[in-house]
């Protein structure tokens, strides 16, 4: 039963001829809506796109349908993996700067990373200074100076 059936629209190649399923119908539908709202098409080829989507049965044919439409467009990402992501480029392009293993991408960058990074690490060492001198230990603030041994605690 090498032909098809007359009236049947199964192509020769039989790789064409999945068939399509109801999410990829709805998949065109929302496609079909999202270019009628974008003025890509006229309600009226929207309707007559959307009416010949029930008849239709394979995968070839739904493509037909929206083949003259711009590709989906890719989906915004959403959460803190984006973000994180984005970060740790940014982190890592920014190391490769300042290991000199990477052309600088604005003239002056790398001396701004190094500003930025001793500031960081001065930052650090005073907080650790200030958090030593003022002894901030297990039990909390406890307070070291002349004034404690004035007041009967040396």
């Keep these: 039963m090498s032909e098809n059936a007359p009236g049947t ?11 399509c399923s109801d999410a990829e119908r709805e998949q065109v539908r929302a496609t ?5 709202g974008e003025g890509r098409l006229t309600m009226d080829e929207v309707e007559e796109r959307l009416a010949r989507i029930e008849e ?3 995968r070839h044919e739904l493509a037909d349908l929206t083949a003259d439409l711009p590709g989906p467009a890719a989906e915004a990402t959403h959460g803190w993996r984006p973000i994180v992501a984005g970060v740790r480029r940014t982190l890592a ?3 490769a ?4 293993r990477s ?6 960058r790398r001396r ?24 901030f230990g297990g039990d909390g603030f406890e307070p070291h100076g002349i004034e404690a041994g004035e007041h009967g605690r040396g």
């Design 93 to 95: 392009a920014d190391l």
């Design 112 to 135: 701004l990373l190094l500003i930025v990074t001793v500031l960081i690490g001065l930052l650090v060492a005073a907080a650790i200074v200030v958090a030593a001198v003022h002894g």
């Design 32 to 36: 079909l809506f999202a270019a009628a």
């Design 103 to 108: 052309p600088e991408p604005a003239p002056g």
């Design 56 to 58: 239709v049965r394979f």
């Design 9 to 19: 629209t199964l192509p020769t190649d039989t790789a064409d001829g999945i068939r």
């Design 97 to 100: 700067v300042l290991l000199g």
